[in-house]
T-cell receptor, first 117, second 113 residues
Framework: AQTVTQSQPEMSVQEAETVTLSCTYD???????LFWYKQPPSRQMILVIR??????QNATENRFSVNFQKAAKSFSLKISDSQLGDTAMYFC??????????????FGKGITLSVRP | AAGVIQSPRHLIKEKRETATLKCYPI?????VYWYQQGPGQDPQFLIS???????DKGSIPDRFSAQQFSDYHSELNMSSLELGDSALYFC????????????FGQGTRLTVV
């Protein structure tokens, strides 16, 4: 079974600054995917960024980037130039690589990020 | 672009009643996942379907059942509702079983009183 750990329950950052959210995971799988999801007050689950474990290059999506350390089983999210709209709950999630419809997501407990004006 | 549609968006039921939640996946998506998110909690996987067959099962109570129909929409049936069933229920869909492109619906907020 896989586990995902987000040890920081909440963080706060000043608008326009950079913040890093931490995530560690445990698995015996060699091929898998890691995700960061954003859940704003509307409770919609929004995919922020995705990383394939077999890719060494860290994923980047505009202001969002990850630091993926496979050996350390660490997957942190860096948000640059923080904006007020980034205020949300952020979940780290794991999925095994599978084409057999067994790709359920295992989520961490989430972290509440507040961006201060 | 079409998204995952869940209905109803909000539902209030009394204890011991029955509820049915519906999920309409993105067109051509053949896989549906159901998740339950309690207040202040992370989403927990309940059950998934691929090509109308149950493909995986998580921490779904025996009082709950689900199925995927020929048009690929899915329904989650919940009986003998308890106060602890109050939660946000998400449906997500993907193509060919993979979670790499799983898209979430907006969720159904169930309140049991």
């Amino acid at each position: 079974a896989q586990t995902v750990t987000q040890s920081q329950p909440e963080m706060s950052v000043q608008e326009a600054e950079t913040v890093t959210l931490s995530c560690t995971y445990d698995t015996s799988e060699n091929n898998y995917y890691l995700f960061w999801y954003k859940q704003p007050p509307s409770r919609q689950m929004i995919l922020v960024i995705r990383q394939e474990a077999y890719k060494q290059q860290n994923a980047t999506e505009n202001r969002f980037s990850v630091n993926f350390q496979k050996a350390a089983k660490s997957f942190s999210l860096k948000i640059s130039d923080s904006q007020l709209g980034d205020t949300a709950m952020y979940f780290c999630a794991f999925s095994p690589f599978s084409t057999g419809a067994n790709s359920k997501l295992t989520f961490g407990k989430g972290i509440t990020l507040s961006v201060r004006p | 672009a079409a998204g995952v549609i869940q209905s109803p968006r909000h539902l209030i039921k009394e204890k011991r009643e029955t509820a049915t939640l519906k999920c309409y996946p993105i067109p051509r998506h053949d896989t549906v996942y159901w998740y339950q998110q309690g207040p202040g909690q992370d989403p927990q996987f309940l059950i998934s379907f691929y090509e109308k067959m149950q493909s995986d099962k998580g921490s779904i109570p025996d009082r709950f059942s689900a199925q995927q129909f020929s048009d690929y929409h899915s329904e989650l049936n919940m009986s003998s509702l308890e106060l602890g069933d109050s939660a946000l229920y998400f449906c997500a869909s993907s193509l060919q079983g993979g979670a790499t492109e799983a898209f979430f619906g907006q969720g159904t907020r169930l309140t049991v009183v």
